[in-house]
């Protein structure tokens, strides 16, 4: 196979893996979570990940080895494999080595991202990538960057790109209140995505602080610790706006 040899050289920096159904993609998922991230999200939950250097060294050919291990159970359940992080287009030779070879088997990918990065996915890597689960962290730029530490336009213009390659996408968007409540902001990231028709739902993803203890672990002050979890009154209405635009939102 073309390009075999030279994608079972490439070896990145793993974190950690885990099956999971209904949560990162569908049906039942291979989840590969690789280390190291570009952004400081306020609320994020994996600190363990933030650093290349907190991951182990892995292989394409390491991985995909373990992958096939669970390919017909996954392949029966509907489901694939999912690229996660940390941020996976840190890694962007070990992820579309990795995607290619989940091809060759079969497998549905899905490549969980913020975007920040999406210049880095060429245009091989995106066509093994059946599906994007992209994480739009706020919608005003200022916000986006007091939240996360980087800029929104990368994201932003990731997602028109998929939009015309035509690859399925996913929006995810974690309610934060007195971050990402604003109903403004809210519908002006409605109404950009509704623009795009690659868009086949939104997943609006309450804030929780379950990851607190890794902080702690790590010697880490939890910025968000005092922020509480958003109602279900708040995460209803912003549910609705989303479907105002219609957009699948849940």
């Given at each position: 196979?073309?390009?075999?040899?030279?994608?079972?050289?490439?070896?990145?920096?793993?974190?950690?893996?885990?099956?999971?159904?209904?949560?990162?993609?569908?049906?039942?998922?291979?989840?590969?979570?690789?280390?190291?991230?570009?952004l400081?999200?306020?609320?994020?939950?994996?600190?363990?990940?933030?650093?290349?250097?907190?991951?182990?060294?892995?292989?394409?050919?390491?991985?995909?080895?373990?992958?096939?291990?669970?390919?017909?159970?996954?392949?029966?359940?509907?489901?694939?494999?999912?690229?996660?992080?940390?941020?996976?287009?840190?890694?962007?030779?070990?992820?579309?080595?990795?995607?290619?070879?989940?091809?060759?088997?079969?497998?549905?990918?899905?490549?969980?991202?913020?975007?920040?990065?999406g210049?880095?996915?060429?245009?091989?890597?995106?066509?093994?990538?059946?599906?994007?689960?992209l994480?739009?962290?706020?919608?005003?730029?200022?916000?986006?960057?007091?939240?996360?530490?980087?800029?929104?336009?990368?994201?932003?213009?990731?997602?028109?790109?998929?939009?015309?390659?035509?690859?399925?996408?996913?929006?995810r968007?974690?309610?934060?209140?007195?971050w990402?409540?604003?109903?403004?902001?809210?519908?002006?990231?409605?109404?950009?995505?509704?623009?795009?028709?690659?868009?086949?739902?939104?997943?609006?993803?309450?804030?929780?602080?379950?990851?607190?203890?890794?902080?702690?672990?790590?010697?880490?002050?939890?910025?968000?610790?005092?922020t509480?979890?958003?109602?279900?009154?708040?995460?209803?209405?912003?549910?609705?706006?989303?479907?105002?635009?219609?957009?699948?939102?849940?």
């Amino acid at each position: 196979m073309p390009g075999r040899s030279s994608e079972a050289a490439v070896t990145g920096r793993v974190h950690s893996w885990d099956l999971s159904t209904g949560v990162d993609g569908p049906g039942t998922r291979y989840v590969l979570f690789t280390s190291g991230c570009p952004l400081r999200c306020l609320y994020c939950q994996n600190p363990d990940t933030w650093h290349l250097r907190d991951g182990r060294p892995a292989g394409v050919d390491e991985v995909a080895a373990d992958i096939g291990r669970y390919r017909t159970f996954l392949t029966v359940a509907g489901g694939g494999v999912t690229v996660s992080g940390g941020e996976p287009l840190l890694q962007p030779r070990f992820t579309a080595g990795l995607f290619r070879r989940c091809k060759e088997m079969g497998l549905h990918t899905a490549l969980d991202t913020s975007g920040y990065l999406g210049a880095r996915a060429d245009d091989a890597l995106l066509a093994d990538t059946d599906l994007v689960l992209l994480d739009i962290k706020a919608f005003d730029a200022a916000v986006y960057r007091g939240l996360t530490g980087g800029a929104l336009a990368p994201t932003l213009s990731f997602a028109t790109r998929l939009n015309r390659l035509g690859i399925a996408t996913w929006i995810r968007y974690v309610l934060v209140p007195g971050w990402t409540d604003d109903m403004d902001a809210v519908d002006g990231l409605a109404a950009f995505a509704a623009g795009l028709d690659c868009v086949e739902r939104v997943d609006v993803l309450p804030f929780h602080r379950l990851g607190a203890p890794k902080y702690e672990a790590l010697g880490i002050p939890f910025p968000l610790r005092d922020t509480p979890a958003p109602s279900a009154e708040l995460i209803a209405r912003v549910t609705a706006r989303f479907r105002a635009h219609g957009l699948r939102a849940d």
